[in-house]
């Protein structure tokens, strides 16, 4: 396998002497695209019947990278069942990372983050909006466009502080129980997003 190395890297190298930049996810195009390669192959088989369309046809085309840094950043918050915020200019968007809380303002740099159990903080001038998140992806462009993705989330201020403690002490003693791996890690689970729950309320 590495044999083949450093074909497949000359490959990728430009005359220039640089890797040469495919496209990015920051680097969509402006305009609406078509996957050609598939129409061209549908038209061979079926020429009389008009291909269907791809997912590539149902892609909004995004902004290209501004020349010089926004005053805003433009935040996709969606949940597998809903849409939280939809092209929503904000300040600044705190996540909470794997990595450990991440402020997102415009022109950061792009990145894709995972996102463990914790508060997602949304500013907008004064006002402060915070999720409880469970986990997902954060998905950061450099055209200062932020999707996140979670997979479960709810406003802090509907959180239920006995609910917490009380499913906090249930998992604890699960775990202290848990006689498999699989038990185990299903309490520990239960214990660390109850322990991210109980923080976002407390701390």
């Known amino acids: 396998m590495f044999r083949n190395a450093p074909r497949l890297l000359s490959r990728a190298i430009g005359y220039s002497g640089s890797i040469s930049r495919g496209r990015a996810m920051s680097d969509l195009p402006a305009a609406p695209t078509v996957d050609s390669a598939f129409v061209d192959a ?3 088989v079926t020429p009389n019947i008009e291909p269907p369309k791809t997912p590539l046809s149902f892609m909004k085309p995004r902004p290209p990278t501004p020349s010089s840094i926004p005053s805003k950043i433009t935040v996709n918050f969606v949940l597998p069942y809903q849409s939280e915020l939809s092209a929503k200019e904000v300040d600044m968007v705190i996540i909470p ?9 415009p022109g950061h740099v792009a990145t894709i983050a995972e996102l ?3 508060i997602l903080s949304v500013h907008e ?3 402060v909006t915070k999720y409880f998140i469970s986990s997902g992806f954060a ?3 450099a055209n200062s466009f932020a999707d996140i993705v979670a997979v479960e989330a709810v406003p802090v201020d509907h959180i239920d502080p006995s609910l917490v403690q009380k499913g906090l002490a249930e998992f604890t003693q699960k775990l202290s129980s848990a ?3 699989l038990e185990k ?8 997003v109850h322990s991210a729950l109980n923080f976002a309320i407390t701390g």
């Open 42 to 44: 549908w038209k061979k």
């Open 97 to 105: 990372a794997t990595t450990g809380q991440m402020g997102v303002l």
């Open 116 to 118: 463990k159990p914790g």
């Open 125 to 127: 001038g004064n006002e």
């Open 139 to 141: 998905f950061i462009h």
């Open 179 to 181: 006689s498999t791996d």
């Open 185 to 192: 890690a299903e309490a520990q689970i239960g214990v660390d």
